[in-house]
């Protein structure tokens, strides 16, 4: 089955400096790719995806890539503020039904 | 509005008993899943269904089971709790393939 691989497991930046989290994945047919963003004690929220016709999505500071050939993805959050600390995940699937398979997390924290 | 919740937020039990969390979502999703995140390996796939009398095992399905017999509701039992379960379960939705999760609020559960 697919298996999802993330790193690094944690990231400290300062604030204003950019952080980069990668994953790979094994199945080659998987074409839906979210991260997610869970605060302490919440429920992860979709911050975004990207599906497997696009190379590259951005939404305000942050941008998601794909590289299909590689099997990998990643996530760039640029000019980080405080509130961007959190654990992000990246997670992968295939098919109509859409089981989420997820990477092991990365604990983010962007210190003022 | 539509959204997807869990109870009880917080069970603890005893080794050997059989204890079921409720999941009950609004959004008229199709698909449904029960995550268990543990500290170091994100979210592991429990169960899920993709529609009613529909059930399907997941990364770490041993000692747990589900059943589907309406679209809202996914109740997940741990037919024999061990203390290997404790552990925060993370109850999603989806609409089909490719969209988004929506998760509920989490069940922490502890096994004594």
């Known amino acids: 089955g697919e298996n999802v691989e993330q790193h690094p497991s944690t990231l400290s930046v300062q604030e204003g400096d950019s952080a980069v989290i990668k994953c790979t994945y094994s199945?080659?047919?998987?074409?839906?790719f979210p991260w997610y963003k869970q605060e302490l004690g919440k429920r992860p929220q979709l911050i975004i995806d990207?599906?497997?016709?696009?190379g590259e999505k951005k939404d305000q500071r942050i941008a998601v890539t794909l590289n299909k050939t590689a099997k990998h993805f990643s996530l760039h959050i640029t000019e980080t503020q405080p509130e961007d600390s959190a654990v992000y995940f990246c997670?992968?699937?295939?098919?109509?039904?859409?089981?989420?398979?997820f990477g092991q997390g990365t604990e983010l924290s962007v210190k003022p | 509005d539509a959204e997807i919740t869990q109870s009880p937020r917080h069970k603890i039990t005893e080794t050997g008993r059989q204890v079921t969390l409720a999941c009950h979502q609004t959004?008229?999703?199709?698909?449904m899943f029960w995550y268990r995140q543990d500290l170091g390996h994100g979210l592991r796939l429990i169960h899920y269904?993709?529609?009613?009398?529909?059930?399907n095992k997941g990364e770490v399905s041993d000692g747990y089971s589900v059943s589907r017999s309406n679209t809202e509701d996914l109740p997940l039992t741990l037919e024999s709790a061990a203390s290997s379960q404790t552990s925060v379960y993370f109850c999603?939705?989806?609409?089909?393939?490719?969209?988004?999760?929506?998760f509920g609020n989490g069940t922490r559960l502890t096994v004594t």
């Open positions: 999603a939705s989806s609409r089909d393939g490719g969209s988004p999760l929506h």
């Open positions: 199945d080659s047919a998987s074409n839906y």
């Open positions: 990207i599906r497997s016709n696009v």
């Open positions: 997670a992968a699937s295939k098919g109509q039904g859409g089981k989420l398979i």
């Open positions: 959004w008229n999703h199709n698909n």
């Open positions: 269904s993709y529609g009613v009398q529909d059930t």
